[in-house]
Structures are given as structure tokens and as C-alpha cells.
């Protein structure tokens, strides 16, 4: 029994994990269901640090010190808990087992509760940052009890990756927190890069630009308010030429996005909270309505455009127009998101520190970006800021853009291009700012057809209006 950590689990995520461990000085005990995957480990790596190899899980187990921190970065869903199942019953009490895989934050809430009544930690961690990411340092969210990071947090904390010396991997919360997180992060990644391919598609369209001098766009927003991680592979890919047939690389690919569930799971646990995620659900369903070949080929061609030439005159302005309504649209969806993190936190009693998520995200990870500093600085000013676009910053951050905003949303709706993120988040933006919504109507036919009752502006109470009576009010 030697090895610090375990990791179970030896594909592109794993590997890259147990050798990052290596490389910060840990001794890791290393399994695979497949050994001939541990084998190539050790043949390829193993002069990157101490590993210690083990073709049964029993001996995988036994190399390890106690309390044995075990990660398994397996396949999600029955492949964990096939995982799972043969590790606990050759675990002690104490022992931490972590589930750094892409699991649905309610099966880790189930799992938690199976393993603490054996007396072991189980972590749910999120892990962002890909394949490149688990070997150069990912940005990390784990989850489970505090007692558990204690011992495993500054291993997590090493391995992660650091801006201004500060790790990427705090303690996020208890049960299904960590995972819950890293749920919302990918909703918001979703956003993210719906909002870019928006921009992209009103520069495209509005100017008539080539996909090569977008990229170049992108490059120089890249340098300002909007610096981040995608917006720096968009200019990059962008500027990719296809080897075979010459053409800008965009213009090969075909433009039917897929998903693999995450951004999905987001907007489903949001239509339970009742959290308006309008950015987020609206990057699942754009990517929905790609895929949807059926449909569109029945409506391309069908379906009236009427629109007129979109005519440009100031192209300078145009392109600032439109980077202010995307970074106005990305401060909505981000708003939103972390909307949804506090609406679950306080369901589900975890208590998350929405500053330390923006801190943790801020590398490592797919949405890693300069304005996550913005997002911390602002809980740090108020820890239950209500709205994050209501604080100070993103209040004189995103009014400066407003008027940009809705000339690109008109100019969009007037030309035909589809701008279903930036337009939704607009309306989220004019709704939550409203003095009056006509949701007073709304409950007025609520209590007309269905008797739901309303309630007054002048006084307290709940009532109903005789409708199809006298039309007197009662007190409900
Ligand atoms: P995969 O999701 O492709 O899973 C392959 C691994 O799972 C192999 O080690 C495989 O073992 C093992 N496995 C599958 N079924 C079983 C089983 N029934 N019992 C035991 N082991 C099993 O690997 P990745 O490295 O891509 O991802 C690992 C986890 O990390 C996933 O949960 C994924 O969602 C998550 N993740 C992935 C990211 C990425 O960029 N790829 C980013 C962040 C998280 P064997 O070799 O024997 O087949």
C-alpha cells in the first residue's frame, strides 16, 4: 500500500488524469477494465512520475493508502455503477471514492447516499477541460462532504489549473453539488457558443464578410472585454482552410450540431426550478432545429422570407454593434445560469459560494474567460446579489450596449437572420427590467377560465371574480 491516489478508468480522460498526478509528484495506482489500456500507460508514461499498475481491482485497492482516494473515470451512467459496486465492497470506512465521469447530479445524489451508509465518501466531480485539459490541469468542481476535501482537495487542487497562482478546484457542496455545477457550466457553454455562431452568422450575412476575415474579428475581440477561450478557437477555426477542397473549413462542415446531453439536462432541471434560462435553452433548441433535417427541408425554399438586402453602410460600427450585443447577451446567460445555481442551492440545501464557481472557471475549463473576474468580484461585493446583471459592473457593462443590442436584434429580425439567443436574452433583459409585464393578464384569464385566483396591487389577499356572474370579487 503505497500509491497516494487511484485512477480507475484508463481512456483519453483517465490516462490524462492518473498522469497529471504523476507529473505533480503523486504515486498513482492505476486500473483499467482492460488492462492492455494500464499496459500502454506504464509503456508510453511511465517515465513521467511513479505509477503502480494493477490488473485486478483487488490489487488496485490494496495499493493504495488509506483513506484510499480512489478516482473512477469511466463511461457515465451503468459503467460507473458497474465501477462502483465491485470497489465498495473491498473499501474501508473512510475511504473517498470519486466519480470525476459526466454524471446526472441526481444519480450522484443516490450514489452519496448509498456509499455514506457504508461509512465511505463518495465525490461527485465535475471535470472540465477535455482530454488537454485532465493532463495540463482542468478546472475541477467536487462535491460530497467537507471532511472528504480535506484529504483530497489539495491532491485535486495541485493537479488543477492555476490563474494568478489561484487553483481551479474548490469545495463546491454536498451530494450532487459538484456535479450540478459542472451541468450548469456546460448549459452555459452551450449559450456561449450559440451566441458566438450568432455573431459570426449577422457579420457573415450583414457585411457580407468571408469566414477568414470574421476570424480575424474574432482575433482582435479576443484582445479586449470578450477575451476567452472560445472566442479565440472561434477566430482559429475560423481562419482554417479546408485541405482537401480549398474552402474556408466552415464552409465544409455540415451545420447540424449535435449534443451529448448536458445542455439538455440543464434546461430540464431548470423548467423544475422554474429559473428562466432562456439563453441556454435556447442554444439546446437552435441545436435542435439544425438537426432537424425534415423539417427544414420542407421549409427551405417554402417558407416566405420578404426581406430586403441588408445594406451596411458604416462596417466599422456594424462589427462594434454587434460585439456589444454579444457580450451583453453572454452577461444575460451568464446571469441566468447562475440564477439556476442559486435557485438549486437553496433546494437542495448545498450552500454553493457562486463567486468561488466563477473563480474555479475561470481556468481550465471550456468557458474560461477574463470576465469571470467580473462575476467574482461581483458576489464578493454582495454574496446574495438577487441578479448578477444587476450589479454595479454588469449594469454600466451591459447599458452601454443596450442601444447596439436592439439595432443588431432588429436588423436581424428585419433581414432574416436567425439570432434566437441574442434576440431571447434581449427580451429576458426588457422583461426583468419592466416596471408592469402583462402578466397581470396572464392571471386575469388564469382566474377567468379556471378560477386560479389573482393577487391585487392594493391590497393584500387572495381573489376571484365572478366571471360568468355578477362579476363581483370575492376573497379567495
Ligand atoms: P469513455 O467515456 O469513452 O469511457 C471509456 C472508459 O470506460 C474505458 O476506460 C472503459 O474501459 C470504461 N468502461 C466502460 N464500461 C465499463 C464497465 N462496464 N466497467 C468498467 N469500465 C468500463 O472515456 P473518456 O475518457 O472519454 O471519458 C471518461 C469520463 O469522463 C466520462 O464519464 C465522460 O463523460 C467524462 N468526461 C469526458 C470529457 C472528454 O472530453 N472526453 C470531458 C469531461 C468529462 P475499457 O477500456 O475496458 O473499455
Redesign the pocket.
Known amino acids: 500500500a503505497s500509491a497516494q491516489i487511484g485512477v480507475t ?6 490516462r490524462n488524469l492518473a498522469r497529471n498526478f504523476a507529473r505533480h509528484g503523486y504515486t498513482v495506482a492505476i486500473h ?3 488492462f492492455a ?1 494500464t499496459q500502454s500507460l506504464v509503456d508510453d508514461h511511465g517515465d513521467e512520475g511513479t505509477f503502480v499498475a494493477s490488473e485486478s481491482v483487488e490489487d488496485f485497492v490494496a495499493s493504495l493508502e488509506r483513506p484510499r482516494k480512489i478516482v473512477i ?4 451512467g ?2 460507473t455503477d ?2 462502483i459496486d465491485e470497489l465498495v465492497p473491498l473499501l474501508e470506512e473512510g475511504d473517498i471514492v470519486v466519480d ?3 454524471a446526472h447530479f441526481p444519480d450522484t445524489i443516490r450514489r452519496e447516499n448509498a456509499l455514506r451508509a457504508r461509512g465511505l465518501h463518495f465525490v461527485g466531480s465535475g ?2 477541460g ?2 488537454e485539459g485532465a493532463l495540463l490541469g482542468p478546472s475541477i468542481m467536487p462535491g460530497g462532504t467537507r471532511e472528504s476535501y480535506e484529504s483530497l482537495g489539495p491532491i485535486l487542487e495541485a493537479i488543477s489549473a492555476k490563474v494568478d497562482g489561484v487553483p481551479c478546484c474548490t469545495y463546491v457542496g454536498p451530494d450532487g453539488a459538484g456535479h450540478f455545477v459542472k451541468m450548469v457550466h456546460n448549459g452555459i457553454e452551450y449559450a456561449d457558443m450559440q451566441l458566438i455562431a450568432e455573431a459570426y452568422d449577422l457579420l457573415r450575412q450583414g457585411l457580407g464578410a468571408s469566414a477568414a476575415e470574421i476570424g480575424q474579428i474574432f482575433a482582435d475581440w479576443n484582445t479586449g472585454d470578450l477575451e476567452s477561450f472560445l472566442i479565440e478557437i472561434t477566430a482559429d477555426v475560423l481562419q482554417h482552410v479546408d485541405a482537401a477542397t480549398g474552402s474556408a473549413f466552415v464552409d465544409v462542415v455540415l451545420d447540424q450540431a449535435e449534443q451529448k446531453g448536458t445542455g439538455r439536462w440543464t434546461v430540464q432541471n431548470a423548467l423544475d426550478l422554474g429559473v428562466p434560462i432562456t439563453g441556454i435553452a435556447e442554444a439546446t433548441f437552435a441545436r435542435a432545429l439544425s438537426g432537424g433535417v425534415p423539417q427544414r427541408e420542407a421549409a427551405r425554399g417554402t417558407l416566405p422570407a420578404d426581406t430586403t438586402p441588408w445594406d451596411i453602410s458604416d462596417r466599422d460600427a456594424f462589427i462594434e454593434d454587434v460585439r456589444l450585443a454579444l457580450y451583453a447577451s453572454k452577461v444575460v446567460a451568464y446571469s441566468q445560469g447562475f440564477d439556476q445555481i442559486a435557485a438549486a442551492s437553496e433546494q437542495n440545501g448545498w450552500d454553493i459560494d457562486r463567486g468561488a464557481m466563477a473563480r474555479i472557471w475561470r481556468g481550465g475549463c471550456i468557458i474560461r474567460a477574463r470576465f469571470l473576474n467580473r462575476i467574482t468580484e461581483a458576489y464578493e461585493r454582495d454574496a446574495n446579489l438577487p441578479l448578477l446583471l444587476a450589479d454595479e459592473y454588469f449594469t454600466s457593462a451591459v447599458g452601454n450596449g443596450v442601444a447596439a443590442w436592439r439595432r443588431v436584434v432588429a436588423g436581424a429580425a428585419l433581414h432574416g437572420v436567425p439570432t434566437p439567443a441574442f434576440s431571447s436574452s434581449l427580451a429576458y433583459y426588457d422583461g426583468v427590467r419592466a416596471e408592469r409585464l402583462p402578466a397581470a393578464l396572464i392571471q386575469a384569464q388564469r382566474d377567468f377560465f379556471g378560477a386560479h385566483t389573482y393577487r391585487r396591487t392594493d391590497r393584500e389577499g387572495t381573489f376571484h371574480t365572478l366571471w360568468s356572474g355578477d362579476r363581483s370579487e370575492q376573497d379567495a
Open positions: 478508468g484508463l481512456a483519453v480522460m483517465g483499467n477494465r482492460t489500456k473515470m469511466v463511461k457515465a451503468g459503467p458497474a465501477v470525476a465521469g459526466n471535470v472540465s477535455g482530454e
